[in-house]
C-alpha cells in the first residue's frame, strides 16, 4: 500500500498550488521519490516538506509529522505533551471524538506551537469543522496539507533557527522513508540515530 495519494507525479502535481521552482523541478523526474530527492539535493526543504504534507494520505501525513516533532529537539510545554499524547491517541484510533479534541488546541497553544498545528491538522482531516449538532461543514481541502506542513516547518525553528539546515533533511528523509514503502509503525519506532 502506498503512502501516497498517488503514485503519479502529474496527479499530486494537480492536488495543491505548489511553487513554480517545485513544478519546474517536477518537469525533470518522473517519480515523487525522485523529486524528493532533487529538492533535497537543490536543499529546497520547504517545498519538499510542503509535497510531502500534501501528498502523503492523511493517516501517513499525520505519522510523519509526529514524528518530526519528536525527533525534533524542542522541550515541549506540559500542554504540548498533553496534545502529543492526544495526538498519539488519534493514530491509534483514529475515531471523530479524537479528532474533535483537536478542535480548540491551536487556540490554546497558540500559532508557535508546531504540536499546536499538527492537532489542527487532525481536526481538518476530514468530518465537520462546526460544532456538534450544528449542520455539516467540511474544511477546505488545502487546509490540512497547509497545517502539517506549518507543523514541521515550525518544528526546525523552535529551539534555534540555526538548526534547521540540520534538521530540515532529516524530516524529509523521514517522508522519504514513508514514501518508499516504511511502515508507519516502523516510522515511529525510530531513533534520532536511525534517521
Not at 17 to 39: C, G, I, T
Not at 44 to 57: S, V
Not at 72 to 81: D, F, L
Not at 82 to 91: A, G, M, P, Q
Amino acid at each position: 500500500m502506498s503512502a501516497l495519494l498517488s503514485d503519479d507525479l502529474p496527479r499530486l502535481l494537480e492536488l495543491y498550488d505548489f511553487d513554480e521552482p517545485l513544478v519546474e523541478l517536477a518537469q525533470e523526474v518522473n517519480k515523487p521519490s525522485h523529486l524528493l530527492s532533487v529538492l533535497l539535493t537543490e536543499q529546497c526543504f520547504g517545498a519538499a516538506i510542503t509535497f510531502l504534507a500534501h501528498c502523503l494520505k492523511k493517516d501517513f501525513s499525520i505519522t510523519w509529522g509526529y514524528a518530526c516533532l519528536n525527533h525534533a529537539p524542542v522541550s515541549w510545554s506540559k500542554q504540548e505533551i498533553n496534545v502529543l499524547e492526544d495526538i498519539e491517541s488519534w493514530l491509534k484510533e483514529p475515531t471523530d471524538n479524537h479528532r474533535r479534541i483537536h478542535e480548540k488546541n491551536l487556540h490554546v497553544l497558540g500559532v508557535k506551537s508546531p504540536v499546536a498545528w499538527l492537532g489542527q491538522a487532525i481536526f481538518w482531516s476530514g468530518g465537520s469543522i462546526t460544532p456538534e449538532g450544528a449542520p455539516d461543514v467540511s474544511p477546505s481541502p488545502s487546509l490540512f496539507g497547509q497545517a502539517v506542513s506549518g507543523a514541521i516547518q515550525l518544528a526546525g525553528l523552535v529551539e534555534d533557527a540555526k538548526h534547521s539546515n540540520t534538521l530540515y533533511p532529516r524530516f524529509i528523509n523521514l517522508g522519504i522513508r514513508l514514501v518508499e514503502g516504511m511502515q508507519k509503525d516502523d516510522l515511529l519506532s525510530l531513533s534520532p540515530e536511525g534517521i
